[in-house]
């Protein structure tokens, strides 16, 4: 499972999520925590996209937290951590 937490860079946030999901081997999950409440509307309904919405700015190390205790409440047996600002390679 991925965790992206982002805080209102739209255009940053979809060339990071499409890199995910363009991974030789794709995530089960995208989940990506919304610092900012603009995310949804950047990113649609993308299959494997999960917007976790705080309702706050918690910063990144809030973000981080919550979307790894999203993960792990998930099952997941493992999680990388992605910045919305990372394009990462194949």
């Not at 995910?20 to 995208?30: F, I, S």
């Not at 299959?47 to 910063?59: A, F």
């Amino acid at each position: 499972m991925t965790v992206v937490v982002t805080y209102r860079r739209t255009d940053l946030l979809m060339r990071c999520v499409d890199a995910v999901l363009a991974q030789t081997r794709p995530p089960e999950a995208v989940l990506v925590v919304d610092n900012g409440g603009i995310a949804r509307e950047a990113l649609g309904d993308r299959d494997g996209v999960e917007i976790v919405d705080p309702g706050r700015n918690l910063g990144p190390a809030g973000g981080y937290e919550m979307g790894f205790r999203e993960a792990l409440e998930r099952a997941a047996d493992k999680v990388w951590t992605v910045d919305d600002d990372v394009v990462p390679d194949h």
